[in-house]
């Protein structure tokens, strides 16, 4: 499935609670982090930063990049070094693709997993937030301002659907009946 033009603009803005700021000091004021939640996370920096602050969420969904360009190796290599079970998918750039789907839900069904994007990471936030149980949290890089933290719950998984419903193309009657529950025709 593909974005819209509209639904690009509507997705600039943060999904959830935009934490300013950058680095381990940014990580050490995310209230949310003082549950014991399922934590999912996406990006590499952000998840370079919370491992580096010492936090491991269950799932990490990389790239390899940071606005579209290669992280620094020593980035990579912390990432790369962690204890998970890897996972591959296929995703171009402003689209969620079936292959995604499928990574993300072996991720949530395994724990412990890192997914690795061939493509693009940015996207997978909206399929993990309806494959995550409530009360988990997702952590994203917001670019230039710090990290966007999603609590999970019945309302934003309703909101997803929503953002889902307008997206376009292939798999898209699968991608909607596998996250929203079957009711892929509305928009």
């Not at 999912?40 to 390899?64: F, K, N, R």
């Not at 912390?78 to 996972?87: E, V």
């Not at 402003?94 to 839900?105: N, P």
């Not at 890089?141 to 309703?158: A, F, L």
Request: aromatic share 4%; hydrophobic share 35%.
């Amino acid at each position: 499935m593909l974005l819209t033009e509209q639904l690009r603009k509507r997705l600039k803005d943060p999904l959830g609670k935009l934490y300013r700021g950058s680095g381990t000091e940014l990580i050490k004021s995310i209230e949310e982090l003082k549950s014991n939640n399922f934590m999912a996370s996406v990006g590499d920096i952000v998840c370079y930063y919370l491992c580096l602050s010492g936090h491991s969420p269950e799932i990490m969904v990389v790239d390899g990049k940071t606005m579209r360009r290669q992280v620094d190796v020593q980035i990579t290599d912390i990432i790369q070094s962690m204890d998970y079970r890897k996972i591959k998918a296929s995703n171009p750039p402003g689209s969620i693709t079936k292959d995604l789907v499928l990574a993300l839900e072996e991720a949530v069904n395994n724990r412990r997993s890192m997914v690795f994007v061939n493509g693009e990471e940015d996207l997978s936030v909206l399929p993990l937030i309806m494959l995550l149980p409530e009360g988990s949290i997702v952590l994203y890089g917001q670019p230039s301002e710090g990290i966007v933290v999603i609590t999970v719950d019945q309302s934003k998984k309703t909101e997803v659907c929503e953002i889902l419903r307008k997206m376009e193309g292939k798999d898209r009657k699968w991608i909607l009946d596998k996250l929203c529950g079957g009711n892929a025709n509305g928009h």
